[in-house]
């Protein structure tokens, strides 16, 4: 039996490249399709895996108007390190009791309020601060998640906000909610959370709220349900060119591109004979003598494990697939006798121009959604920006 080591001269074990020209013609391209809305760029989880900061830049340079985190964290910190221009809107929205809302005050964002104790808690933080909170009211409007139930409920929070902003500690700048089934074109939840969105919106308007911003569209939303953009669109996964409907179309059907394009250098190409077992568990064994390589890349890389024996890798110009099981930090390919040197690359998904697979084809082939592909690419791999 032969092996060839990598070469020493290999300076990455694998990265993720993120092509920027591809984020911001994506800002482009989905700006166009709600030309009527102010567009959010949401960066929650690292920009969706993409790198937080990098990505924000790049969309604000392309048109984004707004930037959407999750936690207050995020959020403080875009604001503290992303060098962002100063007047870029960001909004945070998952909040607990305690949380860091002084600081949030304090940094100009916009906060989302679901119930009355983080009213509370908003208010009291701009007492403190000695400003207004920026505050987006949520409406539960059939996701059944976050936000305010409609009825009293609702009625209770919108009285309470609008006296707090009477008193000038608060702003009410967004009325907003969020899609159960968007992604479900013509599920008759999209038509129902609609009408209660706009129930919702028309009460709290008619009580005095004036808000900057209603929205409700997510990604899937902004693409395929025009009447739900309001005055702002959210955009997530679609900005990083990964379609969030793949079932009625591809990123290129509507006009997008795959940012994120993850690579490895082979480790180890060796040769050996049929019926060799592979990886734990011998879950594969080679029918007949063959070569195999060695990918270092693994689950504690964000590599799905469920994509064991399926998952689909470009080497040496031809798919192979995941022999085995894919371990912590590596997996193995069957090269069916096919030797490429050490080093050489191996293309675990980009956009899919160059023969490569996408990362749809991996969430199929782990029983998933190209979301969580993604977004779960471990700090182990760098980033490596591209046409910044």
């Known amino acids: ?12 074990r694998a990265r993720a490249e993120i092509d920027l020209a591809a984020l911001r013609a994506n800002v482009r391209t989905l700006r166009a399709l709600a030309p009527g809305a102010a567009l959010m760029a949401v960066v929650k989880a690292d920009g969706y895996g993409h790198g937080a900061a990098a990505c924000a830049r790049a969309a604000v340079a392309a048109g984004a108007d707004w930037l959407g985190t999750a936690t207050p964290q995020e959020a403080l910190a875009l604001r503290a390190t992303a060098g962002l221009p100063a007047d870029v809107r ?23 309020v679901s119930g009355m104790w983080a009213l509370r808690e908003a208010v009291e933080a701009a007492r403190q601060a000695g400003v207004p909170a920026r505050v987006q009211l949520k409406a539960d409007t059939g996701l059944g998640r976050g936000g305010c139930q409609p009825g009293e409920d609702w009625a209770g929070l919108v009285g309470e906000a609008l006296r707090a902003e009477a008193e000038r500690l608060i702003r009410v700048t967004g009325l907003w909610s969020h899609f159960a089934c968007a992604d479900e074109p013509g599920h008759p939840a999209n038509a129902a959370q609609l009408t209660r969105f706009r ?32 005055d702002l669109v959210r955009t997530g996964i679609a ?16 006009g997008l591109r795959p940012v994120m394009t993850l690579s490895a250098s082979l480790a180890l190409v060796k040769h050996v004979p049929g019926g060799h077992g592979v990886s734990y568990g011998h879950r594969y064994t080679t029918p007949g003598e063959t070569t195999l390589g060695l990918v270092p890349l693994g689950y504690a890389d964000g590599i799905p494990r469920h994509a064991s024996s399926a998952g689909p890798v470009l080497v040496d110009g031809k798919w192979r697939t995941v022999a085995g099981r894919i371990a912590m930090d590596q997996f193995v390919v069957d090269l069916g006798g096919d030797e490429p ?18 990362a749809e084809d991996w969430a199929q082939a ?9 977004t779960r690419i471990g700090t182990r791999v760098p980033r490596v920006y591209v046409n910044e």
């Not at 070469?7 to 990455?12: N, V």
């Not at 305690?98 to 916009?110: C, F, H, I, N």
């Not at 004036?210 to 693409?223: D, G, K």
Request: proline share 10%.
């Open 341 to 358: 040197e050490p080093g050489a690359q191996a293309v675990l998904f980009g956009p899919g121009d160059r023969g490569e697979p996408t």
């Open 239 to 254: 900005l990083y060119g990964i379609s969030p409907i793949p079932e009625v179309g591809s990123p290129a059907d509507f």
């Open 90 to 112: 960001i909004m945070c929205w998952l909040w607990t009791p305690g949380g860091p809302w002084r600081e949030a005050v304090e940094a100009d964002l916009d906060v989302s």
């Open 199 to 230: 129930e919702m919106v028309t009460y709290a308007e008619e009580q005095g709220v004036r808000p900057e911003v209603r929205h409700i569209a997510n990604s899937p939303a902004t693409l395929t349900l025009p009447e739900s953009h309001f």
């Open 1 to 12: 039996m032969s092996e060839r080591a990598a070469a020493r001269t290999a300076t990455l």
């Open 366 to 374: 782990a029983g998933t959604i190209a979301y969580e592909i993604v």
